[in-house]
């Protein structure tokens, strides 16, 4: 892994609901296919890609460039984790249905799981690990600690970069909408009320 000061950019951006309707359709055009049974073809051309080798990307993570050699199967969340040693977002799962492993990708909160390193190439990557410069914090993890909205911590990161990107977009945001806003986060010790008082404190809206 090296690592180059040169950001890059450019390509299509995605976000989770995108990936959501794009697995939905390759369920679907699979299903529709010989009934759900792979044709002869179709099963070379899966052989073929299961076989490629690995390949060099350079990806864009918190402004900096760092080619990683990849398999074509490898997620972003493991690129993150244990190439790049940036352990906020979290390994839950396989596919994350809890946002603990949220990044900001070109500005949208997303599943870092359910994104191929591959895909991620020309994207800006954010991890919660942007959020802090030297002694100095992001006002959203500071607002976090006031409000007192953790209690294991294990979907902080996640929630804080998702809080993050949804107030860069929304700085105006109702309550209604900040909970339907970070509503691809799940809190299993049920902090909501904190998280909710602290990016309503954000907008200006109240929080005290
Ligand atoms: Fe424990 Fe959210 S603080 S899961």
Known sequence: MSKRSTPSRGGTSFNRRDFLKGSGATVAASAM???????????????????AGPTKVTLNVNGEDYEVTVEPRTSLLDVLRYD??????????DVSVDGADTVIIDGKATYASTVLALQARGKEIRTVESLRDGGQVDEVVSCFVKHDAMQCGYCT???????????????????????????????????????TRCALELTGKGGA
């Open 33 to 51: 296919a010989a009934g759900g049974v792979p044709t002869t073809a179709e099963a070379a051309i899966a052989q073929k890609q299961a076989v």
């Open 84 to 93: 790049l040693n940036l352990t906020g977002c979290k390994d839950l799962e």
């Open 157 to 195: 990161p996640g929630f804080v970069a998702a809080t993050r990107a949804f107030l860069d977009k929304n700085p105006d945001a109702s309550l209604e909408e900040i909970q339907q806003g970070l509503g691809g986060n799940i809190c299993r010790c049920g902090t909501y009320d904190g998280i």
